[in-house]
């Protein structure tokens, strides 16, 4: 592939967004105390901006090793159901875990993991947002970047979004999961469980849905039109 015909880094942030945003887990890497590579499974949401968040027991061994190290890798694996998994979308976020103490932040995690409600006020959970420093982005066979922090997030103001999403996600679920199954087309059963400025997130059960918006949005008006775009 010729330089010119490359991805610009802006494109590339946006395809990792969407990966992202479409994942409900991923592969945690951090470190053991004596400097060995320890991998584990760990559920993912992610902020408005795309900040990923993780909730953790303090007894967790990779709880232990971010309190002794606080950086760590995420693998988003998007190549699920793919006949050769190899030629599908995988992204590794290097970065450092920062706990939190935002409820806002703790109520978008359980928003996405419903059953995480039953054990988040445990007094050895805790919130942790992942600072991203740079992702290595494999798309398939030879297509293979790193993309730094600067263009992984959004940097527009989402204050508009966060202020007004428990309210909108509230109404929208209020038919009882009418408008989600119409916009979804996938069945019964399905409730929002997140707004951001490049789509929406839906939970059925186990099962998880991501509905991407053709471009973003800042405010209420906007999802609400694109919602109606989505749905016609």
């Not at 059953?115 to 992942?130: H, I, N, P, Q, T």
């Not at 707004?195 to 008006?221: H, N, Q, S, Y």
Request: proline share 6%; with cysteine.
């Amino acid at each position: 592939m010729e330089e010119a015909e490359k991805p610009q880094p802006e494109a590339l942030g946006r395809q990792i967004r969407a990966l992202a945003r479409a994942a409900d887990r991923a592969a945690l890497a951090t470190a053991l105390p004596e400097g060995r590579p320890y991998a584990s499974l760990v559920l993912l949401a992610l902020d408005l901006d795309v900040t990923p968040l993780l909730l953790l027991s303090d007894l967790a061994e990779h709880s232990r090793n971010l309190a002794h190290d606080p950086r760590l890798a995420l693998l988003i694996d998007g190549t699920a159901g793919l006949e050769d998994p190899l030629t599908g979308p995988r992204a590794s976020l290097i970065g450092r875990a920062v706990p939190s103490s935002d409820r806002r932040l703790r109520a978008r995690f359980i928003a996405r993991h419903p059953s995480a409600e039953a054990y988040a006020g445990f007094a050895d959970f805790k919130l942790y947002r992942v600072e991203p420093e740079r992702a290595h982005f494999v798309a398939g066979f030879g297509r293979i970047r790193w993309v730094e922090a600067k263009d992984l997030r959004l940097t527009s103001d989402c204050s508009t979004l966060m202020e007004a999403e428990p309210g909108f996600i509230a109404d929208f679920n209020r038919d009882g999961g009418a408008a989600a199954e119409k916009l979804l087309r996938r069945g019964a059963g399905w409730r929002m469980t997140g707004i951001d400025p490049e789509g929406a997130d839906f939970r059925r059960k186990g099962e998880t849905a991501r509905l991407d918006f053709a471009a973003p949005v800042w405010d209420v008006v906007g999802i609400r039109a694109a919602l109606k775009e989505s749905s016609s």
